[in-house]
Structures are given as C-alpha cells and as structure tokens.
C-alpha cells in the first residue's frame, strides 16, 4: 500500500507503541442509555487478545445459542483491552452467571427493549501508551497533539481494516474484477469494504497532497503544477485550514447531520476552521451521491463499481477530551481521548510519530 500523506510537517518521531492489552484500551461508548428493562441482557464485557468475532462465538457456544443472536455494535481490536456492550435474549441469564474465561469478564450486566446493533455506538474512549519517549520527543508530540486539538485530523482507514497482510483491499479488487471466488459472505463482504476503504484513503491522501502544494507555493507554480484554475488556486490558499476544500465538494454538518453541496467556498472554508462541517469522501458504490465539478474531477480517479452500496464519509475529525501524561522515570507518553465511531486511534498515533 502507498504511504498515505500527513498533514502535519515535523520529521519522523522514533518511538514505540505496540498495541497490546497493556498499552492499548477501547472503551466503547454506547449510542443510547440503556432502559434497565426488556427481554434483552446487555452484558458489558472487557475483553483481551480476541477480537469480537472470537468474544461472541465463546459466549455463544457456552450458552448453546446461534452467534447471530448476539447483538454489537462495532468490532473492537484484537490486540488490545477493549470494553464493549452485547446483548443477548435474557433465557441465557442464568446460565452466565456461571461464565468464567481467562480473556473475557463480565463486568456489569442490564436489560434492554431491542437488541443491540451494528452502528449502535456513539464512539470510543482510547488509553495509549507510547514506550521509549525522551524529553525531545515529547514536547513534539505536545506540540503535534496541540495542533490535533486545534486543527483535527484526516480520518483515513488504519491498518486494520487492510488485514494482517495489509493485502485484502487487493483480494477485494478481484472479486469485483470476477478473478476471484469467495463462497463466504462476510469475508467477500470484508474484502470489498477493504478496499473501498483502500480507495477512500488514496483519495483523501491526494486531496492532503494537494492542500500541501497550495499551502508551499505560489498560485501560479500550483496553477502549473496541477492544473487547476488560477482563481480557484487563490481562494483555496486564503484557506486557514490544512485541508483546502474546492468547489462542487459535498459537505456535511459535523458530528452528524446532512450532506450537501459546497455553496459558497470562503463561507464554508470558514465554517469547517470552526468545526461545524467536514468535507466528505467517497467509498465507491451503489446508491452514492458524488461531488461536483472540480472536486469531481479529483474524486473520479477513485471512483469503482464495487457492486456494494457506497457512502459518503467524514474527510476530516476532531479528536475529543485529549490528555497526555510524560511518565519520565519510565521514558513513557501516555494519551487519552475520544473519537466518533469509525474512527482508528491508529491514525492519530500515525499522525503524530509519522
């Protein structure tokens, strides 16, 4: 895979983080309050080195039920302590009083009217520990933290969506081009996804690249050099943000709300340095609306037929609640703050030490 470009400049920061259950803790949170009431348990479990998939097939073959009758909302790391809600229907309550498992706890349970969904969760809460971190290499990541804080962050696939391999974008090419065969559905499912998310990330990393040449050089070498019109090249450079938006992007009001067409670009520019909308981008499919005009233009190089509904998604996020604290006797920087769903820590910690 290419190297996806990085919005902030500094050089390469030489730590370490291993995501391991030690150094890296997901702590889901839920979309909604649960009712206390209903014919479905909610179990909050913590869980370590396994993923969800492997959680849910454990409790699943303890209580003698189907693994589709557990509900969740979002696959968490394998490598990591993660805390996330399931449910289940109630007639297994019993049962799990006797749960024991040396990678699962049950740490609290309730009731709820429905089962709980994929989508179901508003974020993650994350705790990461970086190892090996001198007094240099922390005041740059204060200062790319407080640029983060400020300025947000590129809201790229990480690593984990690509598989162990870093490759399953390219098994999802072939199953689309029809030189590949997969009978299971929900791998087909995650190979396809893979690489919309593939897609997503090199255009996002194109559009960077892009802000960067407009924030180095001149109107006229950028008109050159991209050939994009002389008068949009001025306007995008009067932009205070790092990521430059251009005519015909489609838009959405941030954390939530709907997309539209950019309407006027010196309003909107503004507007998004305040955190109020986000550019989008495309993952590939189906049922999409796509950007207009110059954005357009950019957004096609990364347009498939992938044969899967596609959607529109956030360019761009604000980490929420960011806090570090320099262990200096141990040589250690840990961080905590919060992210919407979809979200990879990784890229955070990806942006910082580059």
């Given at each position: 895979m290419n190297q996806l470009q990085r919005y902030l400049n500094h050089s390469k920061i030489d730590v370490v983080f291993k995501q391991n259950k030690d150094d890296f803790v997901v702590t889901e949170v839920p979309l909604y309050e649960f009712t206390g009431e209903g014919e479905h348990l909610i179990l909050k479990i913590?869980?370590?080195?396994?993923?969800?998939?492997?959680?849910?097939?454990?409790?699943?073959?303890?209580?003698?039920?189907?693994?589709r009758d557990i509900g969740y909302a979002g696959l968490k790391d394998k490598n990591a302590m993660t805390v996330q809600s399931i449910s289940i229907h109630k007639q297994y309550e019993l049962k799990l009083k006797s749960f024991q498992h040396a990678n699962i706890?049950?740490?609290?349970?309730?009731?709820?009217?429905?089962?709980?969904?994929?989508?179901?969760?508003?974020?993650?809460?994350?705790?990461?520990?970086?190892?090996?971190?001198?007094?240099?290499?922390?005041r740059k990541i204060e200062e790319a933290l407080g640029k983060i804080v400020t300025l947000g962050m590129p809201n790229y696939f990480g690593f984990q969506r690509f598989g162990?391999?870093?490759?399953?974008?390219?098994?999802?090419?072939?199953?689309?081009?029809?030189?590949?065969?997969?009978?299971?559905?929900?791998?087909?499912?995650?190979?396809?996804?893979?690489?919309?998310?593939?897609?997503?990330?090199?255009?996002?990393?194109?559009?960077?690249?892009?802000?960067?040449?407009?924030?180095?050089?001149?109107?006229?070498?950028?008109?050159?050099?991209?050939?994009?019109?002389?008068?949009?090249?001025?306007?995008?450079?009067?932009?205070?943000?790092?990521?430059?938006?251009?005519?015909?992007?489609?838009?959405?009001?941030?954390?939530?709300?709907?997309?539209?067409?950019?309407?006027?670009?010196?309003?909107?520019?503004?507007?998004?340095?305040?955190?109020?909308?986000?550019?989008?981008?495309?993952?590939?499919?189906?049922?999409?609306?796509?950007?207009?005009?110059?954005?357009?233009?950019?957004?096609?190089?990364?347009?498939?037929?992938?044969?899967?509904?596609?959607a529109r998604r956030f360019a761009w996020v604000f980490p929420e609640d960011i806090e570090s604290n320099y262990k200096e006797e141990k040589n250690w920087m840990e961080l905590k703050f919060y992210l919407p769903k979809g979200c990879y820590a990784t890229e955070l910690i990806a942006e910082i030490i580059h």
């Amino acid at each position: 895979m290419n190297q996806l470009q990085r919005y902030l400049n500094h050089s390469k920061i030489d730590v370490v983080f291993k995501q391991n259950k030690d150094d890296f803790v997901v702590t889901e949170v839920p979309l909604y309050e649960f009712t206390g009431e209903g014919e479905h348990l909610i179990l909050k479990i913590r869980k370590k080195d396994l993923s969800t998939w492997d959680a849910v097939e454990i409790i699943a073959n303890f209580v003698g039920c189907k693994t589709r009758d557990i509900g969740y909302a979002g696959l968490k790391d394998k490598n990591a302590m993660t805390v996330q809600s399931i449910s289940i229907h109630k007639q297994y309550e019993l049962k799990l009083k006797s749960f024991q498992h040396a990678n699962i706890k049950i740490l609290e349970t309730t009731y709820h009217n429905n089962k709980i969904k994929v989508g179901h969760l508003k974020g993650n809460k994350f705790f990461i520990r970086l190892k090996r971190v001198n007094l240099i290499d922390c005041r740059k990541i204060e200062e790319a933290l407080g640029k983060i804080v400020t300025l947000g962050m590129p809201n790229y696939f990480g690593f984990q969506r690509f598989g162990i391999e870093g490759n399953n974008y390219l098994k999802g090419k072939d199953i689309i081009d029809g030189k590949l065969k997969e009978k299971r559905k929900n791998l087909k499912q995650m190979y396809i996804n893979s690489y919309q998310s593939y897609l997503f990330n090199s255009w996002l990393s194109k559009r960077i690249e892009i802000s960067k040449l407009v924030d180095a050089f001149e109107p006229k070498e950028v008109y050159q050099k991209l050939n994009l019109p002389l008068e949009v090249v001025q306007r995008m450079k009067k932009q205070k943000h790092p990521l430059k938006i251009m005519t015909g992007d489609l838009l959405s009001h941030y954390p939530y709300g709907k997309i539209f067409t950019i309407d006027d670009l010196e309003t909107e520019s503004a507007k998004f340095f305040d955190r109020d909308r986000v550019p989008t981008g495309l993952l590939s499919g189906k049922r999409v609306k796509n950007s207009e005009g110059l954005a357009y233009e950019i957004e096609k190089e990364y347009e498939e037929a992938t044969g899967e509904d596609g959607a529109r998604r956030f360019a761009w996020v604000f980490p929420e609640d960011i806090e570090s604290n320099y262990k200096e006797e141990k040589n250690w920087m840990e961080l905590k703050f919060y992210l919407p769903k979809g979200c990879y820590a990784t890229e955070l910690i990806a942006e910082i030490i580059h």
